[in-house]
């Protein structure tokens, strides 16, 4: 029996795995352990990451516009964010 | 130019960010004061009058609301394809967090605040429980290290202020355990601003739409197993459902609880846990504008006073939505 991490709690592991990354390129790794569910949708995922923000789990390093002129911001993991990691369990997938 | 117009869009996007957060915070309010009179209506009602206790009713009402609202949420988790991260969060401290907040906001502080007004009267109770945005504030800039400007303090106190002269009444009887009242109402007021810090840290982890299931759920639990058994609540419990228009206002009611819930808990991530505690506060307002409206109050200078206080305090509270961009940290 395998334990996911909630997706919040996911994301915030994966970018503190990665340097940074966008929500294309988070959606993208996350497919095969979330992918049949619905929750994971670039809106929801853009929320949690906004709120991680804000929080200052997360910090924006600039972006670029995309072809349809929306706006893709680059997240990195602070160290605020990093000493959350403690909070992993100990034995999970 | 490239740049530019990025920072443009970034900027914008933070702005709308910290806006939908404090609208979210507001609506959450609004729904609290509808939820509040549909409540009343019910536990107006028998069999609530029924109880071995003066608080009994409300406690029971207080159970089955929490409870309703937990169904509801947990089929908005479903719909919304999020019902596998109950589970999963349950496994994580974070997640084990935002149930004892469950045990701080619902039990604790509902009882704190219904024996509270037994004991020290509604007048005295009331006002001290209204307090619970001062002690979120001053616990989430303690803990979180939330960044909360003079402004913004002074929007809290004015929304605090107002919603005590709304819900002010004479004071009236004799109560000879008044100093144990009071300590009860004080416990309500820490109790709500404790669930406020801890869920939000515990949200920072876990999604606020499950955090606010599990709140829910938990809360429902510890009134049902813990409480109810200690003042007769089981068998006013028993007698609710044969009353159909008490359940129909009762599950109205959980409906309303459940999205005011959801968009608190939303709120607290995304504005932080002093604005938003201090626009759910203006409940006091909504409330007293839908009691006016279906006649159950009529309009007095202190009532016109708390609803000037708690509108003035709202909009020093949501004055700068640019301080959100940030919320914690050094200012």
């Known amino acids: ?9 996911r994301l915030l592991e994966l970018l503190c795995e990665l340097p940074s990354a966008t929500v294309p390129e988070l959606m993208a790794r996350l497919q095969r352990e979330y992918g ?7 809106s929801v995922l853009l929320g949690h990451l906004l709120s991680l923000r804000a929080a200052g789990l997360l910090e924006d390093r600039g972006g670029s516009l995309d072809s349809d002129g929306s706006l893709l911001l680059v997240f990195a993991a602070t160290e605020a964010g990093r000493a959350r990691l403690k909070y992993l369990p100990r034995r999970r997938s | 130019m490239v740049g530019a117009e990025v920072e443009q869009a970034r900027a914008r996007l933070q702005l709308s960010y910290a806006k939908r957060g404090l609208a979210t915070a507001l609506v959450s309010g609004i729904l609290w004061g509808l939820d509040g009179v549909l409540l009343g209506l019910a536990v107006a009602r028998t069999p609530f009058i029924s109880g071995r206790h003066l608080f009994t009713g409300p406690l029971v009402g207080s159970a089955l609301h929490d409870g309703l609202a937990g169904v509801y949420l947990l089929a908005y988790n479903l719909a919304t394809g999020r019902w596998r991260e109950l589970g999963r969060s349950l496994a994580t401290r974070p997640g084990q967090l935002v149930c004892l907040a469950a045990l701080f906001g619902g039990p604790l502080a509902m009882s704190g605040y219904l024996l509270g007004i037994s004991f020290a009267g509604a007048a005295y109770a009331m006002g001290i429980s209204a307090l619970y945005p001062v002690v979120g504030a001053l616990m989430a800039q303690l803990v979180l290290k939330e960044r909360i400007t003079a402004r913004a303090w002074l929007g809290i106190i004015a929304c605090v202020a107002g919603a005590i002269l709304i819900g002010y009444v004479r004071p009236e009887g004799s109560h000879p355990h008044f ?21 939000t840290f515990g949200m920072d ?35 609710v459902p044969a009353n159909a228009p008490v359940v129909g206002i009762l599950a109205a009611a959980a409906l309303v ?11 607290f991530s995304m504005c932080g846990v002093a604005r938003t505690m201090s626009l759910n506060i203006t409940y006091a307002l909504w ?9 159950e109050v009529r309009l007095s200078a202190n009532l016109a006073l708390g609803a000037l206080v708690v509108t003035v305090g709202a909009a020093l509270v949501v004055a700068n939505p640019r301080e959100l961009v940030r919320l914690r940290g050094r200012q």
């Open chain 1, 1 to 9: 029996m395998t334990i996911r991490l909630p997706l919040r709690f």
């Open chain 1, 36 to 42: 049949g569910e619905r929750q994971l949708r670039a």
């Open chain 2, 179 to 199: 100093y144990l009242g009071i300590g009860l109402a004080l416990l309500s007021a820490v109790g709500w601003g404790i669930e406020g810090v801890i869920s």
């Open chain 2, 205 to 239: 982890m876990v999604d606020p739409a499950v955090a606010i299931n599990l709140r829910e759920s938990a809360s429902c639990a510890i009134f049902l197993v813990a409480l109810l058994p200690l003042v007769g609540g089981w068998a006013v419990l028993a007698r």
């Open chain 2, 257 to 267: 609880g459940a999205a005011s819930y959801l968009l608190w808990y939303l709120a």
């Open chain 2, 287 to 295: 409330g007293l504008l839908l009691s006016w409206a279906i006649g």
